[in-house]
């Protein structure tokens, strides 16, 4: 895999590097909130956090933004760890806790109140709303702001000791009530709320706010970039009057670029929880979800995801993805690597009349053209088979070349094989078809020069095994679920999964957990974790055809 090309950022690093503006070291992190499990939207992230690190021969820190305990838990933190690691990215010792930081925090926060800086207020929520003002009007000054630095101290350290209800009061950063930025007015910096935190039990009543908590995660790990999406652009000037009024040397800078969106897809952790809370997935895991896990259990490859984050590249330009370009990505990997196999989904028998006493000789089929390295393997070739019902149509309409009465076509990697006869059922239902097959045909040509239009597959029906197959599609119906005020549940498609039973060659039936293959013809399938033994489950992963570019 290439590095990525030069985007805005990747230059900004590179300007750091040429005015040694760090020393040459580039420290990047990637911060999620462990909160709920990754999705493609974090791919993005993680590819420009590990990215911009591993091509400047840096390091990217993988921290736990675990500072508002709510509804963070250690069952996200293990799935993280796991996504990023399998993303193909490497943390190495720097896995940190933004809540290791606690103590720290509070100290910095005893700096800025010594330094007059920050203030306790007891505002109620509904006077601070009315206070902070709008942006046509400047806000107003709480009573707090003018308390003694003594008083500030004393109001604090009884506030994290638990003397007060929760919300009674807040911990403000002292700036500019008519900023013009809101998030400039004084912002809250510490709360009081009595959560249980996941790693720190009751230790902490009070709880740092994001925007001071941010900066200083960052500085005391010492990155050097710091790279957000766009939403925090606004939150820019604080990140930095907090790292200035405490003094820190060779701050980090953060940098923001804007978010993947995916058509066809949800991405907000409210949304997903709400999918599976709800049951309309199996899970975080389900194969249509846009998690990590799920598209890992869909059968998408690391290096698709990858490569569709290097294809959309790094900008400011809030833009929609097509989804089509994640398949046609994950087609151009699987294409290279996946090894092919015959598989019918909806079967229909054929005999072969002239199959001879004595038997056929095995048939050679390649592995994989793309990858002679990957071998070939041996088709029996029997006396019953199955192929696809849509393989065949008892009137055929113009431009259908497959199997009709009287029509000849080639079996991959058999002969040609001649419809003799279509016996149908009471209800007129086709139900077998009596074929010949020649076998001067063998290896896929006629030594007397006629040709046939169809290659069709097939299996045997003596050797073949059955086995689930799950064929998804698209979760949505609509290309921005949720958008101008729609509810995303209406618009669930309700195809959006179908299990079929199949019946496969033989070779792939044993295929552990999370093998790809291709069934050809028909599209790229993954074995799912639900396989037992002697009994295989095949995930759809994505069909043959490319939609991209057309
Ligand atoms: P939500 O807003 O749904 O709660 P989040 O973005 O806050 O999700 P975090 O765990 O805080 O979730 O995200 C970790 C990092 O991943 C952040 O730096 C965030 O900007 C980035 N990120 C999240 N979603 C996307 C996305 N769709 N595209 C690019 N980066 C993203
Ligand atoms: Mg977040
Ligand atoms: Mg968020």
Redesign the pocket.
Known sequence: ENNAPLDFIREIVAEDLRSNKNGGKVITR????P??YL?I??A??ICLDFGVAAENNGRCHLRF?DTNPTKEDTEYVESIINDVKWLGFDFGEHLYYASDYFERMYECAVTLIRKGLAYVCDLSPDEWDEYRGNLSAPGRESPGRSRSVEENLALFERMKAGEFEDGAMVLRARIDMASPNIHMRDPVIYRIRRVHHFRHGDKWCIYPMYDFAHPLEDAFEGVTHSF??LEFEIHRPLYDWVLQALDFKNPPVQTEFS???LTYTV????KLLQLVKEHHVSGWDDPRMPTICGMRRRGIPAAAIRKLCRTVGVTKFEALTDIALLEHCVREELNATAPRYLAVLDPLKVTITNYPAEGVPELDAVNNPEDPSAGSRKLAFTRELYIEKSDFMLEPVKGYFRLAPGREVRLRYGYFIKCEEAVTDADGNVVELKCTFDPETRGGSAPDGRKVKGTIHWVSAETAIPAEVRLYDRLFTVEQPGADGADFLTQLNPGSVKIVEALIEPAPAGLPAGSSVQFERSGYYCVDPDSKPGRSVFNRTVTLKDSWGN
């Open positions: 990637f911060p999620p909130e909160n709920g999705h939207g974090h993005k992230a933004d957000c999406t978010r993947l969106n991405m907000s952790k409210r």
